[in-house]
């Protein structure tokens, strides 16, 4: 215990840069992070606002391309904007050794990974091997070979005290939370449903696009991301989200075993088609490379960016899809459609284009059953001691939940809250074992998925 605390101090001393409190002088600790490669726009709006427990010296390690400046001026954005600048301080290291000098910070150091994803797990393994906690972007793994070195880096890490932590943005999502918060109220939602591989309890939709705006910009992708073996295919990469929401919102806090509560039952895989003059407008190259020769037919590539995959979680039935566009229609955006249904109601989440394609959260009742309003009414003022302003409205059969602006915070605004939690988990040198059981879990399903597919 002595060696321990000896050991924290001089680390303290060291390597963490001490903030002296105007009011009691005693220091607070100052996390130090490191990014390698942020070829994802993920690994700035994990920037986006500040935190007193993070130095605003933070360090880069990537080489001299689109993807860095990409980067660097989501960076400058949030230094000079008018409302809650940040104040970061970026050191970047460009030489060609980059890659090498990464692994030589403090032990300690907060590595942050959203970038190739064929690179990654073998960088969570060598960050976990090195003393960094791991702070990653979705997926941490895209095979059955990656998941499991993950799981080899992440006991290893759990066994180190040690943190390895995925970027989970949509458990922060208002309306998620709601429906996670209803769905506990057993007067009014009864049991989850177990359904059945053609009628699941639980179904998990999402639309994606490859061109869209991100902190009021267009998004430049770089081309690794149209291809399956470097950003993963349409099993195993936004799915990781959904199979996420399915964990936290059904089985809040408890410890998965993926062996025992896991059936991956089918699983298929499409594409979708993106002509050279799209590719060029979301990437900026004029040709194809040819590692996505594969998927070449014509003037356009076909990229397996689709996915679908049906299993059974604890016994209840679970139908997840997830569907990539090149653009969205004017307004309408991503989409997220979430049902989950009990003895007592089903709890939608849907948007539609008489909201705006604004989402909505809706209480309706199941098949051969009345709804009770006073159930309702009770358990919506179980809710409002949390979020005193939601409210309702008759929509059919059911209700629609209200929810102020003022509780929708906005997906960007999500990278903030995973990181303070981050950093909870951080400071109490320990992670719930839920939470472990629920990283093991989800990349277990998306991986074995994939492997159905290509069956």
């Known amino acids: ?58 360090y880069l390690y990537a080489p001299d391309n689109a993807a860095t400046f990409q980067y660097l001026e989501y960076i400058k954005n949030f230094n000079t904007r008018k409302q809650n600048p940040t104040s970061w301080n970026p050191v970047w290291y460009k030489e060609k050794d980059y890659l090498e000098q990464a692994w030589k910070q403090p032990s300690g150091s907060i590595l942050v990974l959203a970038g190739n994803n064929r690179s990654k797990t073998a960088w969570i393994s060598k960050a976990v091997n090195r003393g960094y906690a791991v702070l990653a972007d979705k997926p941490m793994a895209i095979d059955p070979e990656g998941f499991a070195k993950l799981e080899l ?123 050279l003059l799209q590719y060029n407008a979301s990437t900026g190259a004029a ?14 590539i076909h990229i397996p960016s689709n996915g679908e995959m049906v299993y059974a979680l604890k016994g209840v039935h679970v139908r997840i899809k997830v569907e990539w566009n090149y653009e969205s229609t004017r307004g309408a955006g991503d989409r997220h459609y979430s049902m989950i249904r009990g003895t007592g109601c089903q709890l939608v989440i849907r948007q539609a284009p008489t909201d705006r394609f604004g989402a909505s959260l809706y209480v309706e009742p199941v098949s051969g059953k009345t709804l009770s309003e006073e159930k309702l009414i009770t358990a919506v003022n179980e809710i409002k001691r949390i979020y005193p302003d939601i409210r309702f409205k008759k929509d059919g059969a059911g209700w629609k939940i209200l929810v102020p602006d003022h509780y ?48």
Not at 9 to 34: A, C, D, G, W
Not at 433 to 448: G, H, L, P
């Open 1 to 58: 215990m002595k060696r321990q605390i000896l050991h924290t101090v001089l680390v303290n001393l060291l390597f963490i840069y001490p903030l002296m409190s105007q009011t009691n002088h005693n220091p607070v600790e100052k996390y130090r992070i490191l990014t390698l490669e942020p070829g994802h726009f993920h690994a700035a709006l994990v920037m986006k606002e500040s935190n007193p427990q993070i130095d605003t010296t933070c």
């Open 153 to 275: 880096a992440m006991t290893t890490a759990k066994n180190k005290g040690q943190l390895v932590y995925d970027i989970m943005t949509e458990r922060y999502e208002i309306l998620n939370i709601l429906q996670r918060l209803l769905m506990q109220q057993k007067e009014l939602f009864g049991e989850l449903e177990k359904g059945s591989p053609d009628n699941p309890a639980i179904v998990k939709e999402s639309l994606h696009h490859y061109y869209k705006l991100v902190a009021g910009v267009p998004l430049k992708r770089t081309e690794w991301q149209y291809d399956p073996k470097q950003a993963g295919s349409g099993l195993v990469d936004v799915t990781t989200h959904l199979v996420d929401q399915v964990q936290w919102t059904c089985f809040p806090e408890q410890k998965l075993n993926y062996n025992s509560d896991v059936q991956p039952i089918r699983a298929r895989l499409w594409s979708t088609a993106i002509s």
């Open 287 to 300: 040709r194809f490379p040819d590692f996505l020769d594969t998927y070449r037919k014509g003037d356009s």
């Open 408 to 455: 929708r915070s906005g997906h960007e605004a999500h990278f903030a809250k995973v990181t303070e939690q981050f950093l909870t988990y951080l400071k109490a040198g320990r992670m719930p074992d839920w939470e472990w059981s629920f990283m093991t879990s989800k990349y277990f399903v998306t991986t074995q998925s994939l492997a159905l597919a290509k069956q």
